[in-house]
Each structure stands twice: as C-alpha cells, then as structure tokens.
C-alpha cells in the first residue's frame, strides 16, 4: 500500500508480508491468505460516520463495527481504537488501515494519526 494513499492502522508487519505474496497474483494470494486465516480492516467513512469493513470480498466487505448498529460513536478515533483491539486480538494475521485520503478529508493530519506498528 503506498504511503501517499493508504495509512497503516495496525498490523504493519501482516500487511506487508500481505503484500509481497500479492506480486504473484492478488486472487490467488487472497484465496490462499483468506485459508491461513489473515483478516484486513478497512475503516470507512459513511453516511452515519466511521466504520470498520472487512476489506476483501471473500468476507463479503462485511461490518465488523458500525456507527448504525451502535458499536461505534462515529468518530474516526472510535474506529481506530476499534480496528487496533481488533487486531490485536490476533496480530499475527491482521491488519486494519484508511484511506488517506478519506482520513484527511474528516479533518485529520497525517501526523494526528497512529500508523500502526
């Protein structure tokens, strides 16, 4: 994920080993991490506020954690503290990240944000 686009919430480590098994085809990396059990977060902004998606169709891009349903106040600090426990509850097989474009556009400075380690 490059820098200037994506923020790393958490879980850098998974997501760059991610990454590199992707340069031999991004299908058949999926299917075969999706079977080892890596999971990624996409924190999303919706109309109802921040939320936290699965980010790959093979999870259906379902909700993990939604303002709607009552699981997050709809900040964007509620969601990262969200993705982060999330993570951590297995973090050698997930990651969450942002856009960063959609993070700045909320008002945020890349700085304000905690790239996860």
Do not use: C
Request: aromatic share 10%.
């Amino acid at each position: 994920m490059d820098p200037k686009h994506f923020i790393i919430i958490a879980g850098r480590n998974v997501r760059e080993a991610v990454e590199a098994e992707q340069a031999t085809g991004l299908i058949k990396a999926q299917e075969t991490q999706a079977k080892r059990g890596i999971l990624g977060a996409q924190l999303v902004r919706s109309m109802y506020g921040w939320s936290v998606r699965y980010d790959s169709g093979l999870q259906g891009w379902g909700l993990l954690a939604s303002t709607r349903s009552g699981q997050l106040d709809g900040s964007f600090k509620a969601a990262v503290e969200w993705a982060e426990n999330w993570q951590a509850q297995d973090p050698a097989r997930r990651y969450a990240w942002a856009s960063r474009r959609e993070v700045e556009r909320d008002g945020f400075k890349p700085v304000e944000v905690r790239e996860g380690a």
